[in-house]
């Protein structure tokens, strides 16, 4: 992994490249890194701490035994309620709440890498919110879907039973619903591709299972 694109707001360059090698080897498939913020105390820092936000979670990298092990606190965005940062003298002190569990704070984020931590989680914490809501909402949908299905059918059966023989069955609404109904999901798939809050890979398996509904 290129460490270029994760220094520009002064990471130290030895430590991106030490965590951005470990990181890479935890990467689900397609998942991508958004940002490193890497702290700096007063003082010489050795070993410091690190934070990785990726599209799909938030990594603490905290080293211990003088950098020859690293402790991985590793949070899913599904499992943070919020983040949150206080500038200080010295830095600012960077936190993530969890739904359950403890905080998680690392202290001395340079303050421009404390803003953009803050600017790139609740990115992340706000696309996870409209993913939920539209799958709530395709699921309040299906069920419409269902129920006039379950209403139609006996008004269906009726009209099959009553019609003389040979006649043509005429094609019942409910159909021509559900093709809209696919439509308006793959309207709403792409722009949300389009506005950045999911990814190619999100894009392409959620079109593909829509149109498997066909």
Known sequence: MRIEPFINDEQDPK??????????????????????????????????????????RIVFCIPGNLGLTTNFEIFSWKDIKEVSFKEEFFGAKFTAVPLSGENFTVDYIPKVQARKLYQFCNQQ???????????????????????????????????????????SVPVPEIVTSLEDEL?????????????????????????????SQL
């Open 15 to 56: 430590t991106a490249e030490k965590v951005l090698g470990k990181i890479s080897d935890m990467l689900t498939p397609g998942e991508q890194v958004i940002y490193l913020a890497v702290q700096k105390k007063p003082a010489v820092t050795l070993v410091p701490d690190s934070i990785v936000v990726t599209d799909k």
């Open 125 to 167: 914490l706000e696309r996870l919110k409209n993913l939920e809501r539209e799958r709530l909402e395709e699921k309040e949908k299906a069920a419409q879907i269902q129920q006039q299905a379950a209403e139609t059918k006996p008004v269906i059966e009726e009209i099959i039973q009553n019609m003389p023989t040979g006649a």
């Open 183 to 211: 439509t308006e999901k793959l309207q709403k798939l792409k722009r949300l591709f389009e506005r950045g809050l999911i990814t190619q890979t999100e894009y392409e398996a959620k079109k593909a299972d829509i149109l």
